[in-house]
Every structure is written in C-alpha cells, then in structure tokens.
Nanobody, 124 residues
C-alpha cells in the first residue's frame, strides 16, 4: 500500500516536497515513480527512480526543477518540486513496480502499485 502526502497550494516559484510511504512491503525492491493528472488530461509521467536511487529520469517539463529521491530504510519515496509553475497543477500519484530497470519505466501501465494521489495547486 502506498500513501502519498505533501501536496498543497503554493504560488508560482514556490516549492513543495511530496512523500510516498509504503506499508506492507519493502519499497526498496521497487522502481518508484511519480505521475500527475490535471483535469481533463491523461495521466502523465513525471519522474522515476530505480531501487537504489542510482538511476532516475524526468519528464522534460520538470527537468531541472524536480528531484526524485528515496529512503529505502524508511520505505519512502520523495519528490522535491522547486520553481513551481501553474501548469504543474495536478493530482500527483506515486507508483511502484517490481519490473527491472533496464530502461526508464515511464508508462503508467507498467506500474502495479499506486498511491491515492495528492493535490498540488500552483497559482500565478
């Protein structure tokens, strides 16, 4: 079970840190990912990290502003979001998959486990 938290409302240029806590399983064995879905739009990839955190990938729209990290001892995945823009407004979901990271796993269909989502609203 994944529990996402840390969303909120900020002004453009602000920062938020999302957390995703895993219970009932060892998150360290999973590729962890973040996705987002804005109203009327499809769910889109944001970022993903392999189990050790040594490999990560980002959507072009967030590259240089967002940072994914993880603390496997605490079974938690993080997404630090800086320089937020109004277009970052969405519900953010964390996800996990036991698939092996051979190439970056950016398709949400590849993830078996999902958190409930946390709302991020960025005002201009």
């Amino acid at each position: 079970q994944l529990q996402a938290s840390g969303g909120g409302s900020v002004q453009a240029g602000g920062s938020l840190r999302l957390s995703c806590a895993a219970s009932g399983r060892t998150f360290g064995a999973y590729v962890g990912g973040w996705f987002r879905q804005a109203p009327g739009k499809e769910r889109e990839f944001v970022s993903a990290s392999n189990w050790s955190g040594s490999r990560s990938t980002y959507a072009d729209s967030v590259k240089g502003r967002f940072t994914i990290s993880r603390d496997n001892a605490k079974n938690t995945l993080f997404l630090q979001m800086n320089s937020l823009k109004p277009e970052d407004t969405a519900v953010y979901y964390c996800a996990g998959t036991r698939k092996i990271w051979q190439t970056a796993i950016t398709d949400f269909h590849e993830y078996e486990y999902w958190g409930q989502g946390t709302q991020v609203t960025v005002s201009s």
